[in-house]
């Protein structure tokens, strides 16, 4: 299946599942190949053949956008080298989850994954509280439980205080001996959770100079700024408070007014499924031109002077 229509097979399979989509149609120029919301529950997906295609810097711009949507960030693909994934398996590019279209299929149902493909074999995330209650119920000492499975007690330390990832086959001798599946499967909001950390403990500053005073602005009214490169927008501005958020987008010198055109539909359409709001700041005569039809056409798309930023961002 080419990915053309993987794009069009996962739209028509979110969509049964209750999501509403925004697809993308510029590979080039944007990280993502769908965007999808359901409620509280997002993805941003990335649509390739190969998994190795997806290169670090569209890997940081699809956790970037994830963030700024409210999103979990994935890829979905065929291959990883020259082998096919395996369904029921996840695996890493550049700390952004890749998938199979089913395994993707059976998060959406509800049937996390709990297996991980990495490096030196495949592994699975530990609970690691039910695990010492399962040990203590059973009368065992991390040493006693370490010497059945097979492993260090230093091992069955790090598995119950979520220090470590335990080997496949370590998980199947622990359920072996305890009686009990001690896995923790994978969901997309975990999936969110982990992005949002990385996110918030990360800081990159925007290079452009109109950008960096709207991220001052904003940051002075409670806002995290996002800045994006492969996106419809330049800015993402999120409160983690009460999780409203604006996209903006910058005009300036070089921009040229269809491809503008085009990127504010496609900022709308995602503005419209993450109730967030449009912000278009920059030159005026371009402003003008690109405000007929686009406001007409979309209720929140706001084409602002500088000095109306504040009332926009509250």
Known sequence: MSVALKVRELERRLARAGYMTVASREAKRYSFSLIAKRGEEGLVIRVLRNIDSCRRPVAVELKKLAFSVGAAPFIVGSF??????????????????????????????????????????????????KLRRLREERGLSLGQLAKEVGVSRRAIYGYERGEMEAALEVAMRLEEVLGESVVKPMDISSCRRSVEEELLSSKEEPRDPLAKEIERIAERRGFVVTSLRRAPFELAAVNVEDESRAFIKTIGRGSGAKELREDLRVAARIAEITDASVIVVGRKELRVELSRGIEEEFDNVHFVRREELKEYLG
């Open 80 to 129: 990883a080298k020259s082998e096919p994934l395996l369904d029921g398996v996840l695996y890493s590019r550049f700390g952004v989850f890749a998938l199979s279209l089913l395994t993707l299929q059976e998060m959406l149902g509800g049937r996390g994954p709990v297996i991980y493909a990495k490096r030196g074999g495949l592994f699975v995330k530990v609970n690691g509280t």
